[in-house]
Antibody
Framework: QVQLVESGGGVVQPGGSLRLSCAASGFTFSSHAMHWVRQAPGKGLEWVAVISFGGTYKHYADSVKGRFSISRDNSKNTVDVEMSSLRIEDTGVYYC???????????????WGQGTLVTVSS | EIVLTQSPVSLSMSPGERATLSCRASQSINNNLAWYQQKPGQAPRLLIYGASSRATGFPARFSGSGSGTEFTLTISSLQSEDFAIYYCQQYNNWPQTFGQGTKLEIK
């Protein structure tokens, strides 16, 4: 069965950095694009970033462009997001999510991880 | 960017009743709409894709309809486990966007 397990969340000061990781299993990871979606406390869902199946193509939400970097390692079945220059408004639960396509076009998310909490606070 | 507006923001209903949730897009998205169910402390779970196709694991009391700019999620007879927040999401245009959610509460 498909499993996505995020890790790396924690408390960080404004301006700091954090790296989140998502370990995937139960499917052919290298055939799927992967996304990160976040949810601020008590708020709705916001798409953050996507990486294509091979890692060549990457896109970011305007709110994180230039500060976040998504990457993947198909030999380890992991997808990461490196977050820098963190702001208070980056606080929330970060989910990795799978789409049933290889490319970075808009898609629906068929599997989600359980999420990891990032708190940006001084 | 396409804006999705869900209504109502919250809905208080009793088990056994029929629930109708709406999602309106700021421009046509054909049938490229998904619905997700999210329970407290849990990740969202895909419920409907392609506006009307039910995802694995959800019973037939859940149905989706609509195309263009107007979409509806219907739960024919509410069960206790259905009380949750429901989000719509469009994937017709880049970037994919979500509605703000409808909270379905027990009356």
């Amino acid at each position: 069965q498909v499993q996505l397990v995020e890790s790396g969340g924690g408390v960080v000061q404004p301006g700091g950095s954090l790296r989140l990781s998502c370990a995937a299993s139960g499917f052919t990871f290298s055939s799927h694009a992967m996304h990160w979606v976040r949810q601020a406390p008590g708020k709705g869902l916001e798409w953050v970033a996507v990486i294509s199946f091979g890692g060549t193509y990457k896109h970011y939400a305007d709110s994180v462009k230039g500060r976040f970097s998504i990457s993947r390692d198909n030999s380890k079945n992991t997808v990461d997001v490196e977050m820098s220059s963190l702001r208070i408004e980056d606080t929330g639960v970060y989910y990795c999510a799978r789409v049933n396509v290889a490319g970075v076009g808009a898609e629906y998310f068929d599997y989600w991880g359980q999420g990891t909490l990032v708190t940006v606070s001084s | 960017e396409i804006v999705l507006t869900q209504s109502p923001v919250s809905l208080s209903m009793s088990p056994g009743e029929r629930a109708t949730l709406s999602c309106r897009a700021s421009q046509s998205i054909n049938n490229n709409l998904a619905w997700y169910q999210q329970k407290p402390g849990q990740a969202p779970r895909l419920l409907i894709y392609g506006a009307s196709s039910r995802a694995t694991g959800f019973p037939a009391r859940f149905s989706g309809s609509g195309s263009g700019t107007e979409f509806t999620l219907t739960i024919s007879s509410l069960q206790s486990e259905d009380f949750a927040i429901y989000y719509c999401q469009q994937y017709n245009n880049w970037p994919q966007t979500f509605g703000q959610g409808t909270k379905l509460e027990i009356k």
